[in-house]
């Protein structure tokens, strides 16, 4: 599929960020016992996660598919990126002819592709999705030799009414055992390939399965990474007070951050930002916070007099730089480039200078370690989640 048809399908699926979420069918548990993979902890702790950026975590960009701007991402950040963020074709989850050249200055030198795939083509169902795409689209990614590099996002956003692969009471169980397929199929012959498990923030759209916690906890095998994505659309983060209640919402990142603790995941935020459409997204504090939680999380913390031990994270901010478009449901264009680019040679400037100011200045602040090899940062799915020392988490789930 041509890269424009690629945007136009993207134009289409960005709106369903500004949904207004609703917090009922929220389960709550309690006492969740602290699981961390040791293998995990020990790769967090022993060396920085960005093999390329030398920061205590993945660190990645959507930057629409077009490698041109990858270096000019990454002069203006300061920082090497560890990965790209690709997203396949509605109808043919298969291809990466796009997405592959797209990440391959990273990807080239042991960076991570992170690709977001639907679990069936927009030509299927929950009951006629093909298995066999998906073991097509692993034989693509070994043939392009960056199989043990990518990150699929499978199914992503399920919770709201965005694609047409959204869970609902209704079709859970189907949508389960396709899932469990589409997993078994990317990972056979030991491919190296790698799932997240990626809701949007917040409990599920009216109409979407209300009891992700379950979903994810049912689906545990067949995933290395968890997290959902965080927007700053609205403004309502940019003070401390909007900051705490977002991130400790119901279904929130700070009840995801305890998940992927509590049950030896990799955490992800693989998709966060904000847009020009909204000028009150354009701010600092959003974003210093949002810098300060991937360092805290992969590298470890103290809370309360208690000790975190780092766990694998990725994180991809969301900059598509060489598409403006006026959103389905109107208004204002909807921009989303956080960093200056020059897709056609002309240089443009970023459309979140605010953002994009405290969002290399973060990312300046943290500490730098040695450069690790590039077999850091991923979560092991081999090893068995064993009881930790640390204390007990607690995630409402």
């Known amino acids: 599929m041509h890269l424009q048809e690629v945007k136009k399908e993207r134009q289409e699926m960005t709106p369903r960020k500004l949904v207004t979420l609703s917090l009922a069918g929220l389960v709550a548990t309690a006492g969740t016992l602290a699981v961390i993979s040791t293998a995990m902890m020990a790769s967090a702790a022993a060396a920085p996660q960005g093999v390329l950026s030398g920061l205590p975590w993945v660190h990645g960009a959507y930057l629409d598919h077009n490698p041109g701007n990858i270096a000019l991402f990454q002069t203006d950040t300061g920082k090497q990126l560890d990965a790209v963020e690709g997203f396949a074709a509605l109808d043919d989850i298969s291809n990466i002819s796009w997405q592959a050249p797209g990440a391959a200055p990273v990807t080239s030198v042991g960076g991570k592709l992170i690709l977001s795939v639907p679990l069936w083509a927009s030509n299927k169902t929950v009951n006629t999705g093909s298995t066999a795409a998906f073991g097509t689209l692993r034989n693509n990614l070994v043939a392009a030799g960056i199989a043990n590099k990518t990150i699929v996002r499978l199914g992503w956003e399920m919770n709201i009414d965005f694609g047409h692969w959204s869970v609902t009471s209704s079709n859970r169980a189907n949508w389960v055992l396709r899932f469990q397929q589409a997993v078994t199929a990317l990972r056979a012959n030991n491919s190296g390939i790698q799932v997240a498990f990626n809701p949007n923030e917040g409990a599920s759209q009216s109409g979407r399965l209300a009891n992700i916690w379950q979903l994810a906890l049912d689906l545990k095998p067949y995933f290395e990474w968890v997290g959902i994505d965080f927007y700053n659309w609205d403004g309502s983060m940019n003070t401390a007070t909007g900051w705490a209640s977002r991130y400790g919402e119901a279904y929130g990142m700070k009840q995801w951050e305890d998940w992927a603790r509590a049950n030896g995941k990799g955490f992800s935020v693989p998709e966060w930002g904000g847009t020009q459409q909204n000028t009150a997204s354009d701010d600092t504090y959003y974003t210093q916070q949002m810098i300060k939680r991937f360092a805290a999380m992969g590298g470890g913390e103290t809370v309360n007099s208690i000790q975190y031990p ?78 930790s020392p640390t204390p007990t988490v607690s995630p409402t789930c």
Not at 332 to 354: F, K
Not at 362 to 380: C, I, K
């Open 310 to 387: 780092g766990i694998p994270v990725f994180e991809s901010v969301f900059s598509e730089p060489g598409f403006d478009y006026t959103p389905t449901w109107g208004g204002t264009l909807a921009r989303y480039r956080l960093m200056n680019d020059s897709p056609t040679g002309t240089p443009r400037p970023a459309q979140l200078p605010v953002m994009a100011a405290a969002y290399k200045a973060a990312l300046a602040s943290v500490v730098v370690q040695p450069t690790p090899s590039a077999s850091s940062g991923s979560p092991d799915p081999t090893t068995s989640p064993t009881v």
